[in-house]
């Protein structure tokens, strides 16, 4: 290994603290910066699938023609915020030129080294640091209304054969004697193996963060204004008024990544993909294992005490509250999919996925700048990527060449450089 480092990681969401960790492994003085804390923000939320096989963005072949409509249906689990139409729209130009066969398949081959091995990721992560617990291996399944139904996503499908990705299907029984907990209106599914969930992510990355601290890292709960430099050389980032001295940063910030790494040089076209979910405490239905609905987009995932429904895509930025709607249709969805659930209570999240116009993550050192790193833009996948993104971070700072290409990733794409 090179001579240590002393490393700054800015963001305690999945991406910033299996960086921060990997780093320690590798040797180096490691500071972790957060405004709100470990696991305060979309890491809290999502999904808790180690979704290997989500290597499919939404920008599929045919999006173009759906969206219009999906926009007007209230049935539909895509929502925007009218107003922020303006805004959002130079962002949303770039993002929809990339609905098309050969960029489809371009993202998901990009993709795949990401996300293809996630659970044994998480595993290498967490051995030794007491979250073991939470990682519960698993099959991943995805629901359809019948066989014609799944062939309607034949072009998806088509996309994990050709990465590596293999299934087995369960149709009418079958499915029935696999679990009996889905409405009789779905008869046929594609189960993959060699998945996982998380029985409670929030927990889980707090469970980090603590192991991380115990073994000498340090965390610091402030604002990260800017990362100052000299002679195109990191020398440490401010944060709470005061500079901390670094050779080396990371920027995991997720969807608040933007703004500051604009200030560094480059300009990703990046969105708040706001996405919701719903928990059913102690719930009177449980599934066996994760599923994609695919009838109504949302994924369900068997958590610690209660069942989590996540789902839906709107579009409103950053700073706006929560929108009604999203969560109705949810709840509207839940009751058909799962028609015996009752739960002891319900309860509402909202969080921002970072979206980059490209669906593929910003990963690697800035070309122009010695020491500073990017770790985000993760999509609807970055509890899945998180440890493997990690791990690439923590190999380059250490002048390790991890086995893969990262080209794709580079943020030089975003530089007049690049």
């Avoid at 499908?157 to 499915?175: I, V």
């Avoid at 009751?335 to 993550?361: C, Q, Y």
Wanted: hydrophobic share 40%.
């Amino acid at each position: 290994m090179q001579d240590s480092k002393t490393v700054v990681v800015i963001g305690a969401g999945i991406v910033g603290v299996s960086t921060a960790i990997w780093l320690q492994r590798e040797g180096h003085k490691v500071v972790i910066i957060d405004r709100k804390g470990p696991a305060e923000g979309t890491s809290y939320g999502n999904g808790g699938i180690l979704a290997s096989c989500s290597i499919v963005p939404v920008t599929g072949p045919g999006l173009l023609a759906k969206a219009p409509k999906m926009l007007f249906s209230p049935n539909q689990p895509l929502f925007l915020k009218w107003s922020y139409l303006p805004k959002l729209l130079p962002w949303l130009t770039k993002y929809m030129s990339h609905a098309n066969a050969d960029d489809t398949r371009r993202i998901a081959e990009a993709l795949t080294p990401i996300v293809g091995d996630s659970l044994q990721d998480h595993l290498a992560l967490a051995e030794g640091t007491g979250a073991e617990h939470w990682i519960v291996p698993t099959d991943y399944i995805f629901a359809y209304n019948d066989r014609e139904h799944y062939g309607t996503d034949a072009f998806g499908w088509g996309l994990r054969k050709t990465n590596g990705f293999q299934w087995d299907e369960l149709e009418g029984q079958a499915f029935r004697n696999f679990d009996d907990v889905y409405s009789p209106d779905l008869g046929f599914a594609a189960r993959l193996k060699d998945h996982g969930r998380i029985r409670d992510p929030g927990q889980y990355i707090k469970d980090l963060a603590d192991h991380f601290v115990s073994q000498g890292g340090k965390l610091i709960i402030a604002d990260v204004d800017d990362i100052a430099r000299e002679n195109g050389q990191v020398i440490g980032v401010r944060a709470g008024g005061e500079t901390i001295p670094c050779d080396t940063a990371v920027v995991a910030l997720g969807a608040w990544s933007g703004a500051l790494t604009k200030k560094l040089g480059i300009d990703v076209p990046l969105e708040a993909e706001r996405g919701y979910h719903l928990e059913f405490w102690e719930p009177t239905v449980m599934p066996k294992t994760p599923v994609m609905v695919a009838a109504y987009k949302f994924v369900a995932t068997p958590m610690e005490g209660r069942l989590r429904l996540a789902g839906t895509v709107e579009f409103g930025g950053l700073e706006a509250g929560p929108s009604e709607a999203p969560l109705d249709l949810l709840r509207r969805n839940a009751s058909k999919v799962f028609p015996g659930l009752r739960a002891s209570h319900v309860t509402e999240w909202l969080g921002h996925r970072p979206a980059p116009a490209d669906s593929i993550p910003v990963i690697g050192e800035l070309p122009h700048l010695k020491g500073a790193y990017t770790g985000f833009g993760h999509h609807h996948i970055g509890l899945t990527g998180g440890p493997k993104t990690g791990r690439i971070l923590a190999q380059l700072i250490s002048g390790k060449a991890p086995n893969i290409d990262l080209s794709i990733y580079s943020p030089a794409r975003y530089t007049k450089a690049g």
